[in-house]
């Protein structure tokens, strides 16, 4: 089986406009995040693609491979496809620009799901944590997911889900990462899928998949880490980096 990861880096993120190319202890955001996810040593081939002349530069000018996207695109998983349409490979793992802290346990997890899927019934799988704190349980930014006894998502979304309406009711609830692992078709079907409305409405693009059919298996990781979508998130990412 051959496994490569795809880093999607755009320059322009609307909530922190250059956040990739912002110093996180002497190097760059997205530098950090392609050296953490090369140094897990789990993958065939480790690409960053992007629509940025100054990220594609970036990595290209410290010895890493890169992509230009040749269109726009409106998410990553679009840049994935794009990318990868052409290659020879199994299953592709997306880890988002703005992870620094990638860790080698939880990609491994991910990839487990498809050494462990002789029957191919899975089309994705992700990662979520476990969340407990009211702040982030209702932030529309903390994005989370819901599950089945067999740990298949059933929807994601930015609004508190399950709602707790019977406080007496125990329920855990779950912070979805960013970071996917796709078989080579689910992401090319993805790709050829026009957007729909929960998608449109969410602006979460994993959504689409479970509007067209596709099973997204959730794995539980411990590792918090931090995602950098604000400055604050980038301070934090500092102090935790020391």
């Known amino acids: 089986m051959k496994i490569i990861s795809m880093i999607p880096a755009r320059y322009n993120a609307s909530r922190f406009p250059g956040k990739l190319m912002q110093d996180l202890a002497g190097k760059t955001v997205i530098l950090r995040t392609y050296e953490a996810t090369i ?3 789990l ?5 960053v693609v992007t629509d940025s002349p100054i990220i594609f530069d ?3 000018n410290n010895g890493g491979k890169a992509i230009m996207s040749k269109k726009e695109h409106e998410c990553g998983s679009d840049r994935i496809a794009e990318a990868v349409e052409d290659l020879d490979i199994d299953v592709v793992i997306n880890v988002q620009g703005d992870e620094p802290f990638t860790d080698k346990e939880s990609l491994t ?3 487990e799901v498809f050494k462990n899927d002789t029957k191919k019934e899975v089309d994705l799988a992700s990662l979520m944590v476990h969340i407990n704190e009211e702040t982030e349980i209702n932030n529309p930014n903390s994005v ?5 006894h067999n740990n298949f998502a059933l929807y994601f979304s930015r609004s ?3 709602y707790p309406r019977d406080k007496s009711v125990a329920v855990k609830y779950f912070k979805h990462k960013g970071v996917y692992a796709f078989r080579k078709q689910a992401i090319l079907d993805f790709y050829r899928w026009p957007m729909l409305s929960l998608e449109a409405s ?5 959504l ?9 298996k959730m794995v539980e990781t411990n590792v918090q880490g931090v995602e950098i979508d604000t400055p604050e998130d980038l301070e934090r990412a500092k102090k935790l980096w020391k």
């Open 39 to 41: 140094a897990t040593h």
């Open 58 to 60: 970036e990595i290209i």
């Open 109 to 111: 997890k991910l990839i």
């Open 208 to 216: 689409r998949y479970l509007e067209y059919g596709k099973r997204i």
């Open 144 to 148: 989370k997911v819901v599950i089945d």
């Open 160 to 162: 508190v889900i399950p």
């Open 202 to 206: 969410e602006k979460l693009e994993q």
């Open 43 to 47: 993958f065939d081939d480790v690409f």
